[in-house]
């Protein structure tokens, strides 16, 4: 199976990146799944019902939150009645939405998505490596979903490499969001899990973790709020992380995936074939 996972979505420049880029990249590699962090969909903060819509109308399978995942009110509603839409596993019981989620595509194929929070120079929430336990012993990967992608959504480095080898083996895919930097460390870990400790964010380079430059400045050096966090404006780099798995669901191959904006571009060297040049040519 072919796996796209696009790390966090910033504001505006953001959304127009994979309104663009996705339904392009849908055909040209033949995806299977393409999963979203929209956390920071919404002006920075959070996901409208609207934005998450438009996402699934334009080929995105399933959209992955994490510590901003109710910062626009109305997903504490909407997200009931979306079942594509994945918030953290480990917020206390009772939190509104799903942690995780089984999703299938039009080739009958099962994909799992679970999505969990660090606790590291994060809010404190339950233990990311027992909510990870539970939901792959819930759903093990070749027996209840051909493919088990887990976004980590996380600050520390040592964390999201422990919670890596944690699902190593049992997991196709665990891709680090949240820091909004992509990292040079993709690779298959020693059981067949593709890893990278942060895919990075989908947004404008040109900022300080996508937000416009002046106000986090000003707060850095005067310690002073003196107005909003906006999303920067300009043409975003769509990072994403592409995964090739085998027939037992773990990984076979992984690439980073870099398009447009500031960011040297990137892209899965595995995947240069057109549809039609594929040995099983699966539609
Ligand atoms: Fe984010
Ligand atoms: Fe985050």
Request: one cysteine or more.
């Amino acid at each position: 199976m072919r796996l796209l996972f696009i790390g966090d979505v910033v504001g505006r420049s953001g959304r127009a990146a994979v309104v663009e880029h996705v339904p392009l990249l849908r055909a040209r590699w033949d995806l299977d799944f393409v999963i979203v962090n929209g956390e920071n969909a919404a002006g920075g903060f959070g996901l409208t019902e609207a934005i998450f819509e438009e996402f699934l109308a334009i080929g995105v399978d399933a959209v992955t939150l994490g510590n901003h995942a109710f910062d626009q009110r109305e997903a504490l509603v909407f997200i009931e009645r979306q079942p594509r839409l994945v918030r953290p596993a480990n917020y206390p019981a009772g939190t509104p939405g799903r942690g995780a989620t089984v999703i299938s595509n039009g080739r009958g194929e099962r994909l799992l998505i679970v999505n969990v929070l660090g606790r590291l120079f994060m809010d404190a929430l339950d233990d990311p490596f027992a909510t990870i336990e539970r939901e792959l012993g819930a759903c093990p990967l070749h027996e209840r979903c051909d493919a088990a992608v887990i976004d980590v959504h996380a600050e520390a480095t040592s964390e999201k490499w422990a919670l890596g080898h944690f699902a190593d083996g049992r997991a196709s895919l665990v891709v680090g969001t949240h820091t909004h930097v992509p990292s040079a460390d993709h690779r298959i870990l020693s059981g067949g899990t593709g890893f990278v400790t942060d895919v990075g964010m989908t947004g404008d380079y040109d900022s300080v973790i996508g937000m416009d430059k002046d106000e986090p400045l000003r707060r850095f050096t005067r310690r002073i709020p003196s107005g909003r966090f906006e999303p920067a404006l300009g043409p975003a780099t769509l990072c994403a992380v592409a995964v090739e798995t085998g027939a037992d669901g773990l990984a076979e191959a992984i690439s980073p995936v870099r398009i447009g904006g500031l960011l040297e571009s990137a892209a899965p060297a595995f995947w240069t074939k057109r549809t039609d040049d594929r040995p099983d040519n699966r539609l």
